[in-house]
């Protein structure tokens, strides 16, 4: 059972936009900053957001991220066939003696 | 441009001892903490060990503290994860992150920003 809660999975056409949520405590989300993983099928997750939502270099705009409150929310926006992978949230958890928590990951599929 | 290359993972018996490195290039390594984060198969991801920039500051997940041990040597650029009294729940792919550690006015900002491929790590009689 993973600190954060994510949908197993989510669906969405080519070009259309889908959300991915992310819930936690105040001991983390409420308290932290969130970052966002993709992880294409067989190879090593890649950082998409940061502190909430900032994009390293290099991630295009289709990709956002916002917090509220516990939760947080991963946006992909024109949607597309190259987007179909596994996405994790993380933060840190000021509660557990071990801090570093993910989400048990969203499998996206474009349809 | 950063890269990540571990090795050493294997299949060993339960009980039996394991050391993973991770050999960094295209960044200066000792102005950065390390991690490893694990995934089993088919499953999500799951933080292993953290070690700050000089190995000074360490830290383990519940289920291999006391078993673990991460260290670096920034000489040669490699992290490394020496794994004892090895268990079936051990079995992942083993992957080495870089990570960034701040507080901002007052929250932790802790994320990955690059990952290495990982090395399969297999415990199994």
């Known amino acids: 059972q993973s600190v954060l809660t994510q949908p197993p999975s989510v669906s969405a056409a080519p070009g259309q936009k889908v959300t991915i949520s992310c819930s936690g405590s105040s001991s983390n989300i409420g308290k932290n900053y969130v970052s966002w993983y993709q992880q294409l099928p067989g190879t090593a997750p890649k950082l998409l957001i940061y502190?909430?939502?900032k994009r390293p270099s290099g991630i295009p705009d289709r990709f956002s991220g916002s917090k509220s409150g516990t939760s947080a929310t991963l946006g992909i926006t024109g949607l597309q066939t190259g987007d179909e992978a596994d996405y994790y949230c993380g933060t840190w958890d000021t509660s557990l003696s071990a801090p570093a928590v993910f989400g048990g990951g969203t499998q996206l599929t474009v349809l | 441009e950063v890269q990540l290359v571990e090795s050493g993972g294997a299949v060993v018996r339960p009980g039996g001892s394991l050391r993973l490195s991770c050999a960094a290039s295209g960044f200066t390594f000792d102005d950065y903490g390390m991690s490893w984060v694990r995934q089993a198969p088919g499953k999500g991801l799951e933080w292993v060990s953290d070690t700050n920039w000089n190995g000074g500051s360490t830290g383990y997940a519940d289920s291999v503290k006391g078993r673990f041990t991460i260290s670096r040597d920034n000489a040669k650029n490699s992290l490394f994860l020496q794994m004892n009294s090895l268990r079936a729940e051990d079995t992942a792919l083993y992957h080495c992150?870089?990570?960034?550690?701040?507080?901002?006015?007052?929250?932790?900002?802790?994320?990955?920003?690059?990952w290495g491929q990982g090395t399969l790590v297999t415990v199994s009689s």
């Open positions: 502190e909430n939502n």
């Open positions: 992150a870089r990570r960034k550690l701040e507080v901002v006015y007052g929250s932790a900002s802790y994320y990955f920003d690059y």
